[in-house]
Structures are given as C-alpha cells and as structure tokens.
C-alpha cells in the first residue's frame, strides 16, 4: 500500500464538496480545492485542525466547478491565502462574470472570491516542499489542471479520472467539444508514473491502469451518442440538487431543472424534451437507482 508523505493530508469530502489536499510544508502550507459553499464552515475546520495553528498560504484550483471552489471566500476571509486559478479563467473571476462562469450555468452557489495568481500547464511549482507539474486536463471542464508530484508519484486528478469514470463532459453540452478533449487527457495520465491518485471525489486508489481502462470504456461509450453525456448531466444535476437541499417538491423539478442553461442547452441540441419529460425522466431514473426516494409530494435525497 502507497502510504502519502506525512505532510500531505486528504480531506475525503461527501459528492456535494470536492476532496480537498492539504500540503503542510517547512516554511509553507498549500490547499488544493475548497469544496463546496455549504460546506465552507466544515472545510475551514479540517484546515484549521490540521494546520494546528499555522496559516493557510496559498489556495489552488484545480478548477471553477462551484464544488471545487465554493469555499475559497471563507479560507481567504480567515486566513487571507493568496489564491491561484487556470490562467484562462482569470478575467471571468476578476470581473465575476456570472454569464461566463460555471455557476449561473448549472444552478449552484459560489460567493464571489478575489484571484491572486494564476497557473499554466506547464508550469513546476514548488508547494509545501513538494514539486508539482502542472498539466492541462481539459475535457469535463475547457480549462481543468491536474497535479503531479513525480517524486512521490503522487497524482491529484481532480474530474479527469475517477477510480469509476470522470466528471460530466459538460462542453459538450453547449456543443464546444470535450469528448477528443478528455480522451487526450486520459492518455496523458497514462504517460506518468502514478502510483497513488487523488481524484477529485470518491477514495484515493492505486490501481490507475484499471482506472484508466474504465474511464476510456466510459468514454467510448458516451462519445457514441451525445445524448448519453447529457442524460447522464441530467441525473447528475439533480442528484446535486438533492445533496444540497435533501428535498425538493416533485412539481419543482422541471423549472429547476429547466432554469439551468447549461441543461437547456443540452435539451436543444441533445434532448429534445420539455422540461416537464426531461424531470419525470430524471426523477425515475434516480428513483430507480436508489439515489432518491419520493415520499408523498417530496422526492428526497436518499442512497
């Protein structure tokens, strides 16, 4: 068993936050990833916990999903951590262009934050006595970074790889492309000498070449109709929903639903649905996955 360095620290988060990974150097100490705006309270205590009195330096994203950076407001409002963010999103941050960002788009909370810094693929950062290369990853976000650590072989893989699949392609809902994107991704992490992966969510997990064939079988299997990704967006975003409320009203769900452009956009071009067909869809889909339950007018979170 790959054990991690003694100043590295996994924060194994719920669905609704991304896993967080605290670096605790000599003379630094490094967040990746914020989790969750509802969640803020919480990540700031396992940080605060862990840091045993120091401060939190920097925050890094690996990228602007609300569950990857919703609680950058708070750590920076008790700490003051300078933060670093994809240099492409920098202008969309710094003007908080909510048409622009992620968060409007799929119905989700972000408080806004400030941007200190960027990063580039490309890029070796020394962060809490550990080098990392900074890689793009694009596919279920335009403008994801993953992180590796080649002394340690150490990867953080955030939404590209799953120890079962990835995260949503969500450009190709809005028809910019993200299935060649995330295979090329794929093939990338296959190059690297990884021996422990930290993914975005879900446990860490050493056996990447099994991983790797899974997402690639996911992903063939999505890029042969696109109808599948958006489907699978669909019952992902109500799960989500679910994890942050814990209940909804049944005759909410297709306004909720709806109301999100990224959604809408994917019925467009993939659907081609109501919102009322597309939320009775979703509805049973989770139902019948035990992912969800309907108790009278309610359907609450479940499984």
Same mark, same amino acid.
């Given at each position: 068993? /790959?054990?991690?360095?003694?100043?590295?620290?996994?924060?194994?988060? =719920?669905?609704? @936050?991304?896993?967080?990974?605290?670096?605790?150097?000599?003379?630094?100490?490094?967040?990746?990833?914020?989790? %969750?705006?509802?969640?803020?309270?919480?990540?700031?205590?396992?940080?605060?916990?862990?840091?045993?009195?120091?401060?939190? #330096?920097?925050? %890094? /994203?690996?990228?602007?999903?609300?569950?990857?950076?919703?609680?950058?407001?708070?750590?920076?409002?008790?700490?003051?951590?300078?933060?670093?963010?994809?240099?492409?999103?920098?202008?969309?941050?710094?003007?908080?262009?909510?048409? &622009?960002?992620?968060?409007?788009?799929?119905?989700?909370?972000?408080?806004?934050?400030?941007? #200190?810094?960027?990063?580039?693929?490309? #890029?070796?950062? &020394?962060? =809490?006595?550990?080098?990392?290369?900074?890689?793009?990853?694009?596919?279920?976000?335009?403008?994801?970074?993953?992180? %590796?650590?080649?002394?340690?072989?150490?990867?953080? @893989?955030?939404?590209?790889?799953?120890?079962?699949?990835?995260?949503?392609?969500?450009?190709?809902?809005?028809?910019?492309?993200?299935?060649?994107?995330?295979?090329?991704?794929?093939?990338?992490?296959?190059?690297? #000498?990884? &021996?422990?992966?930290?993914?975005?969510?879900?446990?860490?997990?050493?056996?990447?070449?099994?991983?790797?064939?899974?997402?690639?079988?996911?992903?063939?299997?999505? @890029?042969?109709?696109?109808? $599948?990704?958006?489907? %699978?967006?669909?019952?992902?975003?109500?799960?989500?929903?679910?994890?942050?409320?814990?209940?909804?009203?049944?005759?909410?769900?297709?306004?909720?639903? =709806?109301?999100?452009?990224?959604?809408?956009?994917? @019925? $467009?071009?993939?659907?081609?649905?109501?919102?009322?067909?597309?939320?009775?869809?979703?509805?049973?889909?989770?139902?019948?996955?035990?992912?969800?339950?309907?108790?009278?007018?309610?359907?609450? /979170?479940?499984?």
């Amino acid at each position: 068993m /790959n054990t991690l360095p003694s100043s590295i620290h996994v924060f194994e988060r =719920g669905w609704l @936050s991304s896993n967080n990974v605290l670096v605790v150097g000599r003379h630094d100490t490094v967040l990746f990833d914020s989790g %969750y705006l509802t969640h803020a309270p919480q990540t700031l205590e396992l940080v605060r916990h862990a840091l045993a009195g120091r401060r939190l #330096d920097r925050l %890094y /994203n690996t990228h602007l999903h609300s569950d990857h950076c919703g609680g950058n407001a708070t750590l920076q409002a008790h700490f003051g951590c300078d933060t670093f963010i994809p240099a492409a999103e920098e202008e969309k941050v710094r003007h908080w262009d909510e048409d &622009k960002l992620t968060f409007k788009a799929t119905g989700q909370q972000c408080a806004r934050f400030t941007v #200190d810094g960027v990063v580039n693929p490309g #890029d070796v950062l &020394k962060l =809490g006595d550990v080098e990392w290369q900074v890689l793009g990853a694009p596919g279920h976000h335009a403008h994801s970074v993953i992180y %590796y650590a080649p002394e340690h072989k150490l990867l953080l @893989s955030a939404d590209a790889l799953w120890q079962n699949g990835f995260g949503v392609i969500f450009p190709e809902l809005e028809g910019d492309g993200g299935f060649a994107e995330a295979r090329a991704t794929l093939d990338l992490i296959a190059t690297l #000498d990884v &021996k422990l992966v930290v993914p975005g969510h879900g446990a860490m997990f050493e056996d990447i070449g099994p991983a790797l064939d899974r997402a690639r079988r996911r992903l063939d299997f999505l @890029s042969a109709d696109p109808v $599948r990704n958006a489907e %699978y967006a669909v019952k992902v975003m109500l799960k989500f929903l679910l994890l942050e409320r814990q209940q909804i009203k049944v005759a909410d769900v297709a306004g909720l639903l =709806g109301n999100m452009p990224v959604l809408a956009e994917a @019925s $467009r071009r993939h659907l081609h649905k109501t919102p009322e067909e597309i939320g009775a869809w979703a509805i049973k889909q989770l139902t019948r996955a035990c992912a969800a339950r309907i108790d009278g007018e309610l359907l609450l /979170n479940d499984g």
